[in-house]
């Protein structure tokens, strides 16, 4: 029998769900034991990885509306929340002391840039429904990451709640997002144009990548 495509998103999300331990940075900053310095970098790539994705996400809706137009409602609401995250993300970056000079002189962690890196290279040429698919099946660990560091900022750090909004943004539930995603894996369904091993395949190398995003920082 034929999955849904509610069926086919769950099953994916399971399938590629993290190991508890692929985040060790998360910890660290729920304990309250990493250090400012790391909380500072932290800002820094998520500005770039923002940025980048933002592009990215641009690019798969643009596509999208020629190839597979059931996508582009997805991608363009991806777009519109990574332009809303950018704008509560400076608050967070100068409370961790990541002025214009030390943002200026900043350099970029390598294992921290592989994810959108990777979207990028999604947005050029992947088919826009194995990417929902396989975007979709990553962001399932991202809310609650961003909720406990919201907590851990607010009970061991003291930031407000505005140096706290980019967090509190991004644990907040999207269900229009969701709608959004299983319409357009539905009709990659229908129409034959979805691969279910290509977006496994994507979604892996997605959660390897946002691993090594969080490691990186995590690292002596």
Request: hydrophobic share 45%; with cysteine; aromatic share 8%.
């Amino acid at each position: 029998m034929t999955r849904t495509a509610g069926e086919l998103l769950e099953a994916t999300t399971v399938r590629l769900a993290p190991d508890p331990g692929a985040n060790p940075l998360l910890p660290l900053i729920a304990s309250g034991t990493a250090g400012r310095g790391v909380l500072a970098a932290l800002a820094l790539e998520q500005r770039l990885v923002i940025a980048a994705d933002l592009r990215s996400f641009r690019h798969l809706a643009g596509r999208s509306a020629v190839e597979e137009p059931t996508c582009a409602p997805f991608f363009e609401m991806l777009a519109e929340g990574e332009a809303v995250a950018a704008g509560r993300l400076g608050a967070f970056a100068e409370a961790c002391g990541a002025d214009g000079e030390r943002t200026a002189a900043y350099e970029p962690l390598p294992g921290c840039q592989a994810y959108p890196s990777y979207v990028a290279r999604l947005a050029l040429g992947a088919a826009p429904a194995d990417v929902v698919l396989a975007l979709s099946a990553n962001f399932a660990s991202w809310g609650g990451y961003c909720a406990t560091i919201s907590r851990a900022l607010r009970d061991h750090y003291g930031f407000t709640d505005e140096a706290r909004a980019f967090f509190d943004f991004c644990a907040e539930s999207a269900p229009e997002l969701e709608e959004r995603a299983r319409a357009a894996v539905q009709a990659g369904l229908d129409t034959g144009r979805i691969s279910e091993k290509r977006a496994r395949t994507y979604g892996r190398l997605l959660q390897s990548y946002e691993a090594m995003f969080w490691t990186t920082p995590a690292r002596p």
